[in-house]
């Protein structure tokens, strides 16, 4: 096939375009650079643009014709899009609307939408399916759904077909080593533990310790990027047989609190890792994990990381090869 993939420089898009390609599939990546690395992608054609420069995207666009389109460019930091909401509804959700149009002016009609589990909000179920309630308590999770729902909109009236993954927390690295998570600040847990290790500066800080779990430390689900490269293909395979707009939930399925993250890395490092306990943030659920159920049955979906230290283990990789 080949393959539109804009963001394709991020993280996520970048182990994406990697992944397609060792599958033998041609990859185009359409990127502004704005967060992404141009040394995670290679053996590929690179447009520079950004979404909302509809011109631009107007003109790079024609006349191309393309299998599929992944679509991971956003916005994608809770806290800045808590300050700047506007930032974030006009980068994610009329950047995408730029995007599909240019899609249906070029009648491509298969489009795989990177979304996430922030669109459900705090959960009211120790497992989150794809009917649980939607209710973003953020600008990011909000931006995202109404894309969700403009794309069912769109689907509906178009001949265009829309499959939407709402990941959980994304870990891990290429299992070479030769790409990973490089996010300017960091906010993921498992990279800030293990960055600490290795600069050997400030504590981690871990954010409050009284929550309603095994531990009193938030429960997330961490699955491994890799696998969510693994549910894109699939997801335009089931477009062949599926159309019109569909979602499903991509998780690992299994909870690690913090201090169970914590402890993975010191087995992972082999080392003892320090932190201080803070007061917990605004806004974070004790618990958040996925039901992937859905995806596992319709569109033959199988995680291969499964096990917390497995995904620790190829960030760890990752990381020492960045810095030696």
């Known amino acids: 096939m080949k393959l539109l993939i804009p963001g394709g420089a991020g993280y996520i898009g970048s182990h994406m375009v990697k992944y397609a390609q060792e599958r033998g599939h041609e990859v185009v990546v359409l990127d502004d650079f704005s967060t992404g690395h141009e040394w995670a992608i290679k053996d590929c054609e690179i447009l520079r643009v950004d979404l909302l420069d509809q011109a631009k995207l107007a003109q790079l666009l024609k006349g191309r014709s393309f299998d599929g389109v992944i679509h991971f460019a956003a916005k994608s930091l809770v806290g800045e899009s808590v300050k700047k909401p506007d930032l974030y509804y006009r980068n994610n959700v009329v950047g995408t609307l730029n995007l599909v149009n240019e899609m249906l002016n070029n009648d491509v009609n298969n489009l795989v939408f990177s979304s996430t589990a922030a669109i459900f909000g705090n959960p009211i179920t120790d497992k989150i399916a794809e009917d649980h309630p939607k209710n973003p308590i953020n600008p990011y999770g909000q931006s995202k759904l109404m894309v969700e729902n403009m794309l069912r909109d769109i689907c509906a009236v178009h001949d265009i077909n829309a499959t939407c993954f709402r990941y959980f927390n994304a870990a891990g690295a290429d299992p070479s080593g030769s790409i990973g998570e490089a996010h300017d600040p960091e906010t993921h847990l498992i990279p800030n ?52 707009f569909s979602a499903f939930n991509l998780g690992n399925g299994s909870g690690f609190s913090v201090l169970e993250v914590i402890e993975s890395c010191e087995r992972v490092v082999s080392n003892k890792i320090p932190y201080d306990i803070a007061l917990p943030r605004e806004g974070d659920p004790a618990r958040l994990v996925a039901n992937s159920a859905a995806a596992i049955r319709e569109i033959g979906w199988k995680p291969n990381f499964e096990k917390i230290d497995d995904i620790v283990a190829s960030a760890w990789r990752w990381h020492n090869l960045k810095v030696s």
């Open 193 to 244: 533990i293990l960055k600490s290790t290795i600069s050997g500066g400030s504590v981690l800080k871990v954010f409050g310790n009284d929550y309603e779990t095994r531990d009193g430390t938030c429960v997330r689900d961490y699955v491994h990027v890799t696998d969510l490269a693994q549910a894109h293909l699939l997801g335009l395979e089931h477009m062949k047989h599926n159309r019109g």
